[in-house]
């Protein structure tokens, strides 16, 4: 049997990620904490596993995409953990938006156990997962990366080697505070547009794709538009996403009024319960 890939947290985002995988050729054994979830990857040709351990024990290359800091921190370092059950040779790869910190720890663990460890998380949601076009941002051993590159090349279409480990979860951080101000500026820009009467659509055709254009405007506000405000990614992950941001920046003594001003806004829809929705609910600040 060729290399068999473990991947630990089927999300919105994993789902995909683990087909595309299978498309290629992968064998996958999955595990994620509901497995109703999961059932669809099962029907498909994915295998369940009853633990992060087991997953670890019957892979060569282990990938963790789970929700915040402390899902990584227990599904390497937990009783039945990923630790608990790898050997030597293995190359783990936490995909999870988590902290410079937890990466190099895990990194470190890794180290004296003969075992390879990327930090590589990615951009580009739902519809960058499905299509495998994910921007993938990787920290650790510059050796390992070469190794898993082609597994990355998969998942996405801009994947770049960011340096020592912790180095992609820092670049992350870049991304999502570049995002946070961006979301506010696309969502005042069809706010302005409907209470100056315009046709939002034929607003956006025209600013789409100018100096005002980004992912968020072509993508998630022609979602608003639909009212449609399934997530292709969590307002509740991008909070934590934010604070984590925040906390580095404290640690450098770097202030970030944008991305305060942001974590606030959505922070008061989350109130309203829309932590389940997708970022581009932020549109319901003004309402």
């Known amino acids: 049997m060729g290399t068999v890939i473990g991947f630990i947290g089927i999300g919105v985002m994993g789902k995909s990620m683990v087909r595309n995988l299978q498309k290629n050729g992968y064998h996958v054994l999955i595990y994620t904490r509901t497995k109703d979830k999961a059932e669809d990857l099962i029907r498909e040709g994915a295998e369940w596993k009853e633990s992060p351990k087991e997953v670890t024990g019957q892979s060569n290359i282990v990938i963790t995409m789970v929700g915040y800091p402390h899902d990584v921190e227990h599904v390497y370092f937990g009783v039945d953990g990923i630790f608990n059950g790898i050997s030597p040779g293995k190359i783990v790869v936490d995909m999870t938006t988590s902290t410079p910190t937890l990466a190099k720890k895990i990194a470190q663990e890794a180290q004296k156990r003969g075992i390879g460890a990327l930090d590589a998380p990615v951009s580009g949601g739902d519809i960058g997962a499905r299509n495998g076009t994910l ?153």
């Open 135 to 287: 921007s993938i941002m990787v920290g650790g051993s510059k050796e390992t990366f070469e190794r898993l590159k082609p597994v990355f090349e998969i998942l996405g279409n801009n994947v770049v080697y960011q340096g020592e480990a912790g180095s992609g979860q820092h670049t992350k951080m870049c991304n999502q505070i570049a995002i946070a101000s961006n979301m506010i500026g696309v969502m005042e820009a069809l706010v302005y547009a409907r209470k100056a009467g315009l046709d939002p659509e034929k607003m956006l055709q025209s600013i789409s794709t100018g100096a005002a254009g980004s992912w968020s405007m072509s993508n998630l506000l022609p979602r608003v538009l639909k009212e449609d405000y399934s997530p292709g990614f969590f307002v509740k992950h991008f909070i934590k996403d934010m604070g984590i941001a925040l906390e580095e920046a404290h640690k450098m003594d770097l202030k970030l009024p944008g991305l305060e001003l942001a974590k606030q806004m959505y922070e008061a829809i989350a109130e309203k319960g829309e932590g389940e929705s997708g970022t581009q609910a932020l549109i319901k600040y003004w309402s």
